[in-house]
């Protein structure tokens, strides 16, 4: 698909991200945890989540036939064109369950290992962030730029905690070191807001292992349109399906990538 043709797409995302976005915060009004379940430990879903992956498959697969279909709650489809949309429909869903105003809806489509569109809602601030591949990054109309700073000490990172145990360790680790040696790291609990607010300029670094394919597509895109940078935490490419992200400014990735890798080999 040409840059032109990906952008009519995009205006019809642009419509069903918003679409999907109000679903989510009307249900969101009347939310009881009856609806919640445990996929595996501490990772839940609703019905919500459910519910909107499903109009999400339907919505995409309506605007674009040819396209396959991956969503993390387990619709997914073969496409005919090579292209596939890689959905999150809820990320932040123990915010959401919280009612704490941070989770997205995540649409990327992506060939093979490079995403070319990409949009995250961010529900409870009525922002669509998205990116065409070569077209730049914005934030509704607003075009994005990622921050200028240059050093980690001058730096305020995001960041999620894994699961297991020696990994955690790991990670807390990085946490304490940046702690004493940067602004801080904030836990924002959305792994696609948070690279958005890396390509808005608000963090200078996005770091997390374990993550999915649904997780950082679209943001990632977000992040390099707006002059980003982003690789595996080795500093390999692939960052869509290796499950472990770095996304900076650019400015900061090779040295806060040498103190973290530093502490993982610990
Ligand atoms: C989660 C969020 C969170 C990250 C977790 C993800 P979910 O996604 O992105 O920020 O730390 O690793 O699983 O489960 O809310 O879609
Ligand atoms: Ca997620
Ligand atoms: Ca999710």
């Given at each position: 698909m040409n840059t032109s043709e990906l952008k009519q797409l995009r205006d019809q995302v642009l419509t069903i991200a918003t679409e999907v976005g109000n679903f989510i915060k009307t249900e969101r009004i009347n939310?009881?945890?009856?609806?919640l379940e445990e996929k595996?430990?501490?990772?839940l879903v609703t019905a919500v989540d459910k519910a909107a992956e499903a109009l999400l498959f339907e919505k995409l697969s309506a605007v674009y036939p040819e396209g396959g279909f991956l969503g993390e709650e387990g619709n997914s489809k073969e496409g005919t064109s090579g292209y596939q949309w890689i959905v999150d429909p809820i990320d932040g869903t123990s915010n959401f369950v919280h009612d704490l105003p941070l989770y997205s809806t995540s649409i990327a489509l992506a060939k093979g290992n490079e995403v070319v569109l990409g949009v995250v809602n961010d529900i409870a601030h009525n922002t669509n962030y998205h990116a065409v591949k070569g077209d730049g990054a914005f934030a509704n109309d607003l075009s994005l730029q990622v921050s200028s700073s240059q050093k980690v000490y001058d730096s305020l990172f995001v960041t999620g905690f894994p699961y297991e145990e020696k990994q955690l360790d790991e990670f807390l680790a990085i946490y304490k070191h940046l702690i004493r040696n940067s602004r801080g790291v904030r836990r924002l609990g959305s792994a696609a807001i948070d690279l958005c607010y890396v390509a808005h300029g608000k963090f200078e670094a996005f770091y997390e292992i374990g993550l999915n394919a649904w997780d950082v597509a679209a943001g990632a895109l977000i992040v390099t349109e707006a002059g980003g940078h982003v690789s595996t935490?080795?500093?390999?490419?692939?960052w869509l399906f290796g499950k472990s992200i770095c996304a900076s400014n650019g400015h900061v990735h090779d040295e806060l990538l040498t103190l973290i890798n530093q502490e993982l080999s610990n």
């Open positions: 939310f009881t945890k009856s609806s595996s430990a501490h990772n935490l080795s500093k390999g490419n692939n």
